[in-house]
């Protein structure tokens, strides 16, 4: 098995101009209509929540297989929303191609 990949939230962010982060193939990541305005959404059954204020990162980041440091750039201001997406990547949820 590989190491698991640690980074800092900064070196995420360094990461994130460079080259996107795809997410894990088969990854469960979705969001309720009736809860998605006050930040919450879910990740391999899991619930997260983050500033209801983002909700168009929650759209992105569960819609969409590949992001790009520009899609996500709103969401990175978000002190809780970096830190979880830091976990995420350590825990191998989304990661780095190269």
Known sequence: ????????EAELVDLLQQQPLYRLGGLRC???EQTLNQGYFY???EE???DPQLTD???TLCN???LSFEMLAPGL???GFLTLLTEFVSQGC?????
């Open 1 to 8: 098995p590989e190491e698991p990949f640690e980074c800092s």
């Open 30 to 32: 979705y969001y309720f």
């Open 43 to 45: 990740v391999n059954g």
């Open 48 to 50: 997260c929540e983050v």
């Open 57 to 59: 990162i929650i759209k």
């Open 64 to 66: 969409e297989q590949v």
């Open 77 to 79: 201001q978000d002190a």
């Open 94 to 98: 989304w990661y780095f191609a190269a």
